[in-house]
């Protein structure tokens, strides 16, 4: 059995209840409608919120639909930045930021403490981060930065939460938090700093944008809610990825895992889980030294 984090491929094309990752693109179908759409929204707009709901995709729609098809934008060079607030969204940023330098050990963790001196010196500290990194300076092109799990701000400022916290770390946290933000915005306002900025959003926590100055009007000028998706993209999804793993399905099976998660809140992991036991399953049938097609069926 693949391990939990392996990305798709000939093995394995399913990754069950994880997100698609950006090593899991070639395996990642059914959205090309709603990337047409989100392509334009992000070359148009500096900040762009992806909402939706939990496990409607919106972590694969950009991990592993977004950035590739960036990637593949001849006259332009995309670079990117992947990070989740955590416990500590600046330093976070930071660690982010020190990828782009390209040093590895000691070295990057130093890239790290000087980045996060200086973005939590300043509301401008992401340019000024950013003209630190000599390379940067060397080509032309934009910038992506990618909040996954943009909610995590909220807890970590402990908005709404019945945890109690130490007056003290509250206000620290509502401190960082309020910088964290004020960080991005400013970096999309300025017209010199080629930055494209996307957050993804739990749609339950929308309301807590409203918390941060500046945050409801950026998240309101340009968002994108994710859709479920048709029992096309879904059929998509299915039989072009066993296709492409070189694997056979019975139509059948096609049905009964379409008709099953036609008004599932959780479609998509959930079909992604049960298509990977499939999978798993067709494999042990295969007969040892025999070169045959994985074949799913009930």
């Known amino acids: 059995m693949r391990s939990w984090g392996a990305p798709a491929g000939s093995d394995q094309p399913f990754v069950g209840l994880r997100p698609f990752r950006y090593g899991d693109r070639k395996y990642f179908f059914g959205r090309n409608d709603e990337l047409d759409v989100l392509e334009l929204q992000v070359k148009q707009n500096r900040f762009v919120a992806i909402i939706g709901r939990a496990g409607c995709g919106k972590s694969s729609l950009i991990g592993a639909g977004l950035r590739p098809r960036l990637e593949r934008v001849a006259d332009h060079r995309w670079r990117w930045i992947e990070m989740r607030p955590g416990e500590a969204p600046i330093r976070e940023l930071a660690c982010g930021l020190a990828g782009l330098a390209g040093e590895t050990g000691n070295l990057s963790e130093a ?26 300076g060397e080509s032309e092109g934009s910038l992506v930065l990618f909040v996954d799990q943009f909610e995590e701000l909220f807890r970590f400022a402990n908005l709404g939460s019945k945890a109690s916290l130490d007056p003290a770390t509250a206000a620290e946290r509502r401190d960082e938090a309020t910088k964290f933000v004020r960080l991005l915005l400013t970096a999309t306002k300025s017209p010199r700093l080629p930055i494209h900025i996307i957050v993804s959003i739990r749609s339950e926590f929308i309301g807590d944008c409203a918390r ?11 968002q994108f809610l994710v859709p479920d998706m048709t029992r096309d993209q879904r059929e998509d999804v299915i039989r072009r990825s066993v296709q492409l793993a070189g694997g056979q399905i019975d139509p059948g099976l096609v ?31 295969g007969k040892p030294g025999r070169e045959s097609p994985p074949a799913l069926h009930n």
């Open 212 to 222: 941060f100055h500046g945050l409801p009007e950026a998240v309101s000028r340009s």
């Open 255 to 285: 049905q009964c895992a379409l008709n099953d998660t036609n008004d599932d809140p959780d479609q998509l992991p959930n079909l992604q889980r049960a298509l990977m036991r499939y999978w798993e399953r067709a494999l042990h049938r």
């Open 111 to 136: 890239w790290v403490d000087r980045f996060e001196l200086v973005l939590t010196k300043s509301s401008f500290g992401f340019g000024e981060a950013l003209a630190l990194i000599p390379t940067l």
